[in-house]
């Protein structure tokens, strides 16, 4: 089972970027779903995550820019990304925590932030 993910591409500094995610539905209604991220050279780190009651979680580095929101009736997650800078430069991956014990991903998508 591989998340769809889509919406990344080349902005520059304070722009704004929103990434999607699709998710089989059997999945993505037990699933906590998360934005990961792996900068060049780095590990990857989670950057926002939302329960099924929409209660989220953000990497303090994104707190304030980002927003992660989910829709349960068309089984996607977005994350909204404002203000960026060079440093949210990475590929970005979706996440689905499923029962919180099984996780499945998305392929990654790159996003750029670059003048």
């Known amino acids: 089972v591989q998340l769809q993910a889509s919406g990344g591409g080349l902005v520059q500094p304070g722009g704004s970027l929103r990434l999607s995610c699709a998710a089989p539905g059997s999945i993505f209604r037990l699933s906590i779903m998360g934005w990961y991220r792996q900068p060049p050279g780095n590990q990857r780190e989670l950057v926002a995550s939302i329960t099924d009651s929409h209660t989220t979680n953000y990497t303090d580095a994104v707190k304030g820019r980002f927003t992660i929101t989910r829709d349960n009736v068309r089984n996607r997650v977005y994350l909204q990304m404002n203000s960026l800078k060079p440093e949210d430069t990475a590929v970005y991956y979706c996440?689905?925590?499923?029962?919180?014990?099984?996780?499945?991903w998305g392929q990654g998508t790159q996003v750029t932030v670059s003048s």
């Open positions: 996440n689905a925590a499923w029962r919180n014990s099984v996780n499945y």
